[in-house]
């Protein structure tokens, strides 16, 4: 109240009993003084009371300066405080340094922040890696259409492996739902050979077997040729008794042709398609969207994309931007996108496109999933389900039970040597071997026909060749007319080469993934195999890393006597030399035959003009 007096106004003359306006001025002058005093003090003893450290109140504590109740005596507490006042003032003085600067000069390490996995990607459903204890018998499936069963059966397959026993019910699962309810996605990661390409290719055709659609309704898309064919012809297999029709659009015929094949032009319903299931590769598939006639996936009701991981590396075309633009200017639908979903979009987007991805080294990295956009997704894993929010989980991938897995180490001139006597003298048939380039691919096949002198069929298998010479040489392969199959990695995905009884990598694979796909190659379907590594004395820490970055630890050391090696050295240079005879006759060919063609060119031109 006496502060009041600032704002007093006097509303009649003589109101104030001391008129005098310097001694009225002191008067206020001494007055605010002591309240500043005053609220000085009691500012002092609350921030004392409210901010006292830890130590000084355990020191008050320690003194048994508490009372009954268990407060500290306010008395005793202030008295304590105003002797550490200085003391304490120093104190948040150092605080006040201690505060982080944005931008300072601190290059100290920083704890590792750790990875949070969403719950879908850390609680997988578990797939069994067991092909030998299956107890799934076809036959007892009554969720199979009858058809189907008796397809697989005369197939030979009477049951039916861990990952197809939980992905196929699960898939028929979710298209049995009410049409409101968009199908959960699903990623599945299962080790090579485990039998992934049926667990897709048998839901798919279930679903559209009762159909009858002129529509795309399930595409398949695949990172090369040769896959895109195997798939086709699995679909083709197993669909034989339905009427669902399967087309391959792979490049491997000309775009016209394709397109013959794919699309028809009707008076009544304007353009429909010929297939229901398109098999196609990434790079062919951005052909037909862009140059295709009545080449439409408004309806796609399956989107399968294998070898996912490969595919999401694979920038062939921009592939996924054709495609995600296509669905969303057909659809109205953003491709993933599903933020907007309320009843409208859902009744009016009823053919949003159940999205399946398969692979063996399927990353688990939330950041690369992301951009398939998936719905709801479920992952099917056959990774032990240890230790699931740590980083390494999503590097962590399973090989076949039944593979064998060695290393052997040696120097470069060793190499060719532990080869020839791996087939020579250990007799191993049926040889996948993998090179880093096609041309080490053709000069280990010319030089190992040329050492056996008959004995060893070798042959080479490289994107090189023409797709015909390809299938020659595989067929063979599967004859056993050849003992060897020399290739580059283009043959590690995917590639079911039945009874592959060895794979030897002769270069060092360039990752884990690559290992995981090549050593893949056999070993699958619950057949044993034996795959050994070829490394340089150089090369072994790194291809330890490489195996412990993918979860494996030990890998068992193959030894080869040194003398016994010697012994075949001799006829090694005799091949050497006619190796190279080879390789030149066949270079200079291959010159004069680019000159020919030249030259016929120029000729032609000039005649022209
Ligand atoms: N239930 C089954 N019983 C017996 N053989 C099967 C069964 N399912 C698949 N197979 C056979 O197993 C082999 C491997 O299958 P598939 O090619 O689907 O493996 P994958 O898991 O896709 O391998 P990759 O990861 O290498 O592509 C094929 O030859 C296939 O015919």
Redesign the pocket.
Known sequence: MENMDLFVINRYRHDSIDIDPTSQELKHFEKLKKDIEKRKNESFNHIMLHQKPNETLNNVCEENQINSIGEVKIDMRIEEVKKSGKEILNNSQKTIEEFKIIGGNDFAQKPKVQRILPFWLSHPYSISRDLQN?SFT?SEQDWLHNTLRST?IS???????P??AQVIPFILREHYMPNCLWPRDICVS??????????FVIPIIQVLMNETSHHIRAMVVLPVQELAA?IAN?FKRYSVHTNVKIALLSGTTPLHQEQQQIVRYTDSFGWISKANIVVCTAGRLVEHLKNTKGFSLKKLKFLVI??ADRMMDNVQNDWLYHMDRHVKLENELMFGNVANVNWNSVYKQSAHPHKLL???TLSQDPEKLEQWGLFQPKLFSAAPATNVDDDDHIRKYTTPKELKEEYISCNGEQKPLILYYLLMEMKWNKVLCFTNSSQTAHRLAVLLNAWGKGKIKAAELSAALDRVTRDSVLKNFMNSEINILIGTDALA????I?DCSYVISYDLPRNIKTYI?RV??TG???RSGHALTILLQTQLQLFMDIIKSGGKSNMPQMTVKPETLSNISEDYQKAIEETKNIVHSEINSKVKKSVAVKRGFKSQKRKIE
Do not use: N
Request: aromatic share 8%; hydrophobic share 35%.
């Open positions: 299956v076809v697989l197939q030979g397959i009477s049951y039916l492996f990952v197809q299962a080790p090579t050979g485990s039998g992934k390409t049926l667990s195997q699995v294998d070898e398969f692979s063996a995905r995917g590639i079911d039945p796909h893949g190659r699958r379907a619950g």
